[in-house]
């Protein structure tokens, strides 16, 4: 795990927890040495919850040296400003662009054959930048956005039925900004459309919310962004990838022509297996759908080239 802040925290637990690694290796830059004290910290609690996983934090990359996977959560969230407005994900880019190009240079000295799953935002850019500079096999390299922002959905969903989570399947498309595309002709309850159970005014509602989850989570919280949806949604990746699952899933995968799309990394629902990125799903979409899905890869690219001016 590189980043041992709040989503990185919850990341080592959660591994140690369900048991999904034998040994976890924690990367931050935080002096003294905060990786180092994170780990230590979990690892002395691990007899009172009967773990035998081994946990080593450290200041540089060697923690990582051969890891299987890779999750990556090195970077600064959105925090509410002091004037209480919210900075969109892409207004980080500056700033994690830096971490990125440090983290892209780690994975390939201590882990070049790693899956590598990215959380850091804005969260498309982030992973294109990755690619930019690492130049992976395309199954190898993923980011994780759609599966939190299907979570939302869903629990919105869940609620205006009154079902379980359980019984909500949903699928979100696109950049994982304000432009995002909750596919409604894709959301079922129980097998059902969703409209037998939700209106179409509040459906819409609940849409437009998912769009703007993260930023409510950051007005809420006041001294950062979410973290425990984000890091269970990395764990849903990196246990699909461990345990072989082939689970389909919506990941911020490359597109080669897949939904039209040539050379960016964009939202969409995939198989995902022991070969990471297995196979990418084109959902049939309405003609709305199409269009919006359009909108949010526009916003995608617009995000990548300033990617590649400030690399110039
Ligand atoms: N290498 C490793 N770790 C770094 C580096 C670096 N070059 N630079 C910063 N970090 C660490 C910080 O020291 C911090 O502990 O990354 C951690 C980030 O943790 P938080 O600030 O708590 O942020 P978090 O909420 O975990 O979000 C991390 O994921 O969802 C995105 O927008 C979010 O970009 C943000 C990232």
Not at 116 to 128: K, M
Not at 141 to 146: F, I, P, R, S, Y
Request: glycine share 10%.
């Amino acid at each position: 795990v590189i980043g041992g802040g709040n989503i990185g925290g919850v990341l080592v637990q959660e591994i140690a927890r369900r048991r999904l690694a034998r040994a976890v290796g924690l990367m931050d830059v935080l002096e003294p040495d905060f990786a180092k004290g994170k780990c230590l910290d979990i690892a002395e609690g691990t007899p009172i919850v009967g773990l035998d996983v081994v946990m080593e934090g450290a200041k540089d990359y060697s923690a990582i040296k051969g890891a299987d996977i890779v999750i990556n959560t090195a970077g600064v969230p959105r925090k509410k400003r002091p004037d209480v407005t919210i900075p969109t994900r892409e207004e980080l880019l500056k700033t994690n662009l830096g971490i990125t190009a440090q983290v892209a240079k780690g994975i390939q000295e201590f882990a070049p054959n790693a899956t590598v799953i990215s959380l850091a935002n804005p969260l498309d850019a982030i992973v294109y930048t990755l690619h930019k500079k690492m130049n992976p096999p395309k199954n190898k390299l993923l980011g994780m956005a759609g599966v939190l922002d299907s979570a939302r959905y869903r629990y919105f969903v869940a609620h205006a039925a009154g079902v379980s989570v359980d019984n909500v399947e949903a699928v979100v498309l696109g950049g994982h900004g304000d432009t995002m595309v909750p596919v409604r002709s894709c959301c079922r309850i129980g097998g059902m459309p969703v409209e037998k159970f939700v209106g179409e005014e509040e459906l819409a509602a609940l849409e437009t919310r998912t769009r703007k989850a993260g930023a409510e989570v950051v007005g809420l919280l006041g001294s950062g962004s979410a973290f425990v949806s984000p890091a269970w949604a990395a764990l849903e990746m990196a246990e699909a990838i461990g345990y072989d699952r082939k689970k389909i899933i919506a990941v911020c995968a490359l597109l080669e022509g897949e939904y039209g799309v040539n050379g960016l990394f964009v939202g969409v629902p995939a198989v995902i297996g022991a070969n990471g990125v297995e196979k990418i799903i084109e959902v049939d979409l309405t003609p709305a759908e199409k269009d919006a899905l359009a909108n949010s890869v526009n916003a995608v690219a617009k995000t990548c080239k300033e990617v590649d001016e400030m690399s110039k």
